[in-house]
């Protein structure tokens, strides 16, 4: 099972909006509801931001979005803040019955 | 409060074994799934290996790195999980983390602060 795949890195100035892609097949992302995004920051455990491609857990700005388009995630987040710098991480079930997750992207935040 | 701690990490020469163990508190952990997912020195997060609750079958599935050398297991009695880590490997280096899978059962909600395994002659 490959890696999804994520930009490198992305950036945006305080206030502005971004989104973060994550593509993968249709033995994954394309197939599953099970899409999840993840916060981390160096040094601390990943932090659960969305799941099931675009349900919040309980305590998560919504200014964290979620949503799919065929083999492609994505991570939009509204009204950067200077704490959102961080890496993001997507992860997906695969059809062989296996947990998959992208790459990471680094956000700064300018 | 919900959480899960990881302990076990240890230095060890290639191709020994180390077992990481992993407790939980605050959920009834029987109804819950449990998976390890490592991340190694400057590089992304790899999913490891999960578990499902007894309930739902409590098969175990492997990432394609793992499988055949390390096993994860569960003790509901003492509400914890393991990781066995044989033939270990210089790319088996990483911080492992244990995370309970939520009630979609396959959703990462809860993780550790993780546990260094470092593989070195």
């Known amino acids: 099972q490959s890696a999804l795949t994520q930009p490198a890195s992305v950036s945006g100035s305080p206030g502005q909006s971004i989104t973060i892609s994550c593509t993968g097949t249709?033995?994954?992302?394309?197939?599953?509801?099970?899409v999840s995004w993840f916060q981390h920051h160096p040094g601390k455990a990943p932090k659960l931001l969305i799941f099931?491609?675009?349900a919040r857990p309980s305590g998560i700005s919504d200014r964290f979005s979620g949503s799919k388009s065929d083999n492609t995630a994505s991570l939009t987040i509204s009204g950067l803040q200077a704490d959102d710098e961080a890496h993001y991480f997507c992860?997906?079930?695969?059809?062989?019955?296996?947990?998959?997750f992208g790459g990471g992207t680094a956000l700064t935040v300018l | 409060e919900v959480q899960v701690v990881d302990s076990g990490g240890d230095v060890v020469q290639p191709g020994r074994s180390l077992k990481l163990s992993c407790s939980a508190f605050?959920?009834?952990?029987?109804?819950?799934?449990m998976s390890w997912v490592r991340q190694a020195p400057g590089k992304g997060l790899e999913w490891v290996a999960f578990?499902?609750?007894?309930?739902?079958?409590?098969?175990?599935h492997y990432a394609a790195s793992v499988k055949g050398r390390f096993t994860i297991s569960r003790d509901d009695s003492k509400n914890i999980a393991s990781l066995e880590m044989n033939s270990l490997r210089i790319e088996d280096t990483a911080l492992y983390y244990c995370?309970?899978?939520?009630?979609?059962?396959?959703?990462?909600?809860?993780w550790g602060k993780g546990t260094t395994v470092t593989v070195s002659s």
């Open positions: 992860a997906s079930y695969t059809t062989g019955s296996t947990l998959v």
């Open positions: 099931d491609i675009n």
């Open positions: 995370v309970r899978l939520g009630e979609d059962y396959y959703t990462m909600d809860v």
């Open positions: 605050g959920f009834p952990f029987e109804r819950y799934g």
């Open positions: 249709s033995s994954d992302i394309g197939n599953y509801q099970y």
């Open positions: 578990i499902r609750a007894r309930g739902y079958g409590g098969t175990t």
